[in-house]
């Protein structure tokens, strides 16, 4: 049986990299954690999880690389180390979107794009 090493089509580069940070069971449970629960600080998901706060922080920065969390305070204008993350509501319903279009044949990823208008 044959290997796919490319994807079938190929994706824009932001999409890629959208579905690449998907990919990885932590950065699924940070986001559902922040769509549900609102704005959090990184040693409170630590908490919450069970991972290390070193690695929540590296996966929190993942994330907001490519533009999935946001800190709620701007570099600038922190104040201590306590940094709060939530989700950019508008990234995350693209890569939902770009999933669906890279999974699904066309037909269906209009109809799951209809639903988020």
């Excluded at 998907?22 to 999880?49: K, N």
């Amino acid at each position: 049986m044959p290997r796919i090493v490319r994807p079938p089509i190929d994706l824009p580069e932001h999409e890629a990299a959208l579905l690449d940070a998907l990919a990885m069971p932590l950065a699924r449970a940070v986001i559902h954690h922040l769509a549900r629960v609102g704005p959090t600080s990184s040693g409170t998901i630590s908490r919450l999880t069970g991972v290390t706060p070193e690695a929540i922080r590296r996966q929190l920065l993942a994330l907001e690389a490519v533009g999935l969390v946001v800190a709620t305070e701007p570099a600038g204008q922190r104040h201590g180390m306590r940094v709060n993350y939530d989700i950019d509501e508008d990234t995350v319903l693209d890569a939902t979107e770009a999933i669906g279009s890279y999974l699904l044949p066309p037909e269906l990823a209009r109809r799951t794009r209809r639903r988020h208008d």
